[in-house]
T-cell receptor, first 113, second 113 residues
């Protein structure tokens, strides 16, 4: 069965600095990988996904993620963090087309002014 | 394009009472999901529908939870009787097909006293 780990409960970064939110996954087949963001009292919003192709995926709000098959990772990155990026970030994996999404436990990102 | 609609946003009940949540997915989205998100955790799938058929309900506590999507559009999730551990946010999501990214509603926050 597929699983997702987000090793950091909390990430703190200064505004203007680059940010990284880590995600590792485990699947038996080819992974479909996703990042979502959740603001307080809101649902999850889709940021980006990797299905196939280029390992560097660009998404909404200047975020990007790099798929690394050998390290089974899909870290979320942004070159310059904004205070408004402060939120809860979830990595998710799906093993096969149409199968259940499995979400990680989430990482809380705090961008300090 | 209208997003995923959910109601009510908040509900407080006492244990052993019943509650129902409603979800209307994005128009044209055939796949509908109900997730449970306990505070501090990632969403956990309760049930997945494809049109009006159930694709996966393996993690639905069927002794107290039920869900239906009779006409393949909107859906209702019911809990009867509620337990204290059912306190959570219930998220509805939809996707165009089984392979697409999920679009989430704002969620329904349940507090069981």
């Amino acid at each position: 069965a597929q699983s997702v780990a987000q090793p950091e409960d909390q990430v703190n970064v200064a505004e203007g600095n680059p940010l990284t939110v880590k995600c590792t996954y485990s699947v038996s087949g080819n992974p479909y990988l996703f990042w979502y963001v959740q603001y307080p009292n809101r649902g999850l919003q889709f940021l980006l996904k990797y299905i196939t192709g280029d390992n560097l995926v660009k998404g909404s709000y200047g975020f990007e993620a790099e798929f690394n098959k050998s390290q089974t990772s899909f870290h979320l990155k942004k070159p310059s963090a904004l205070v408004s990026d402060s939120a809860l970030y979830f990595c998710a994996v799906r093993e096969n087309y149409g199968q259940n999404f499995v979400f990680g436990p989430g990482t809380r990102l705090s961008v300090l002014p | 394009e209208a997003g995923v609609a959910q109601s009510p946003r908040y509900k407080i009940i006492e244990k052993r009472q019943s509650v129902a949540f409603w979800c209307n997915p994005i128009s044209g989205h055939a796949t509908l999901y109900w997730y449970q998100q306990i505070l501090g955790q990632g969403p956990k799938l309760l049930i997945q529908f494809q049109n009006n058929g159930v694709v996966d309900d393996s993690q639905l506590p069927k002794d107290r939870f039920s869900a239906e999507r009779l006409k393949g559009v909107d859906s209702t999730l019911k809990i009867q009787p509620a337990k204290l551990e059912d306190s959570a946010v219930y998220l509805c999501a939809s996707s165009f097909g089984q392979g697409g990214e999920l679009f989430f509603g704002e969620g329904s926050r349940l507090t069981v006293l």
